[in-house]
Nanobody, 124 residues
Framework: QVQLVESGGGLVQAGGSLRLSCAGSGGTLRMYMMGWFRRSPGKEREFVACISVDGARTDYADPVKGRFTISRDSAKNTVYLQMNSLKPEDMAVYYC?????????????????WGQGTQVTVSS
């Protein structure tokens, strides 16, 4: 069973950048479609971005398109989320997730494995 550990969260000023990492252990991430979700206070966990097993396809939630980039490095067994031009509304706990589908997953039900999350705080 694969385990996921997120890192890279922190405090950043609006307009700044952060890169989140999701490291896999207990299994290779190259078998999984990978996604990032986030949960803001008082809100449901929402889809942010996903990447296909082969890394050829990606999809993003509308609020982050053009600002966030998901990528994967199979050699490092790690998935990344590069976040640029951060806004206060991006502040949330960010979760990494792994799913078995060949197709891109936009909902929580598409993912079987989840990390514990990393906090991103954006000051205005």
């Amino acid at each position: 069973q694969v385990q996921l550990v997120e890192s890279g969260g922190g405090l950043v000023q609006a307009g700044g950048s952060l890169r989140l990492s999701c490291a896999g252990s207990g299994g290779t991430l190259r078998m999984y479609m990978m996604g990032w979700f986030r949960r803001s206070p008082g809100k449901e966990r929402e889809f942010v971005a996903c990447i296909s097993v082969d890394g050829a396809r990606t999809d993003y939630a509308d609020p982050v398109k053009g600002r966030f980039t998901i990528s994967r490095d199979s050699a490092k067994n790690t998935v990344y989320l590069q976040m640029n031009s951060l806004k206060p509304e991006d502040m949330a706990v960010y979760y990494c997730a792994a799913g078995s589908s060949w197709n891109l997953g936009l909902t929580r039900d598409d993912y079987a494995y989840w990390g514990q999350g990393t906090q991103v705080t954006v000051s205005s």
